[in-house]
């Protein structure tokens, strides 16, 4: 497996020097959301530490990230009327990965609604504004 690319998108996020629209926050993990998402409230939750997918990451951060997807999906099933959530992740191109730090998608679902397929459409700013104030909203409890 190549090793970890600090240069990769999700890095620079992390790193401050690319935005994102942010849903939570602590000292082991970020979550924000998909800028194309296949559903309303699509979110992408991450490890800050560097690790390139499931097979290079420690288990601490694993754990870590792990529970804030939990968080996440209790919030976005309440935000969004959810009647379900898909949670997803890909390793390596073979395995559906495009960006290579690890991040699970945390997707809310409608009974009935399919999915879009992955990265078809960019949502609009004022949306995507809306959904990350009001997961953010419901993560602080
Ligand atoms: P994958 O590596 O296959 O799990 O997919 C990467 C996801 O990241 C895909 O759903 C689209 C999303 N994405 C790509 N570029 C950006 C970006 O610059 N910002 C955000 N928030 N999401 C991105």
Do not use: W
């Amino acid at each position: 497996m190549p090793s970890y690319d600090p240069q990769n998108i999700f890095a620079k996020i992390l790193r401050g020097e690319l935005p994102c629209y942010k849903v939570y926050e602590d000292d082991k993990a970020l979550a924000f959301l998909d800028i194309m998402p296949r559903a309303p409230g699509h979110t992408l939750v991450l490890p800050k530490a560097p690790a390139r997918n499931l097979l290079d990451v420690k288990p601490d951060d694993l754990a870590a990230v792990a529970q804030v997807a939990q968080k996440v999906a209790s919030a976005a099933m309440k935000v969004f009327s959810a009647d379900g959530i898909t949670l997803q992740q890909f390793n390596e191109g073979a395995g559906g990965q495009v960006v290579f730090h690890l991040h699970f998608h945390v997707i809310p679902r409608k009974a009935g609604v399919p999915m879009k397929p992955p990265a078809s459409e960019k949502e609009k700013p004022e949306v995507l504004s809306d959904h990350a104030l009001k997961l953010a909203a419901a993560l602080k409890g």
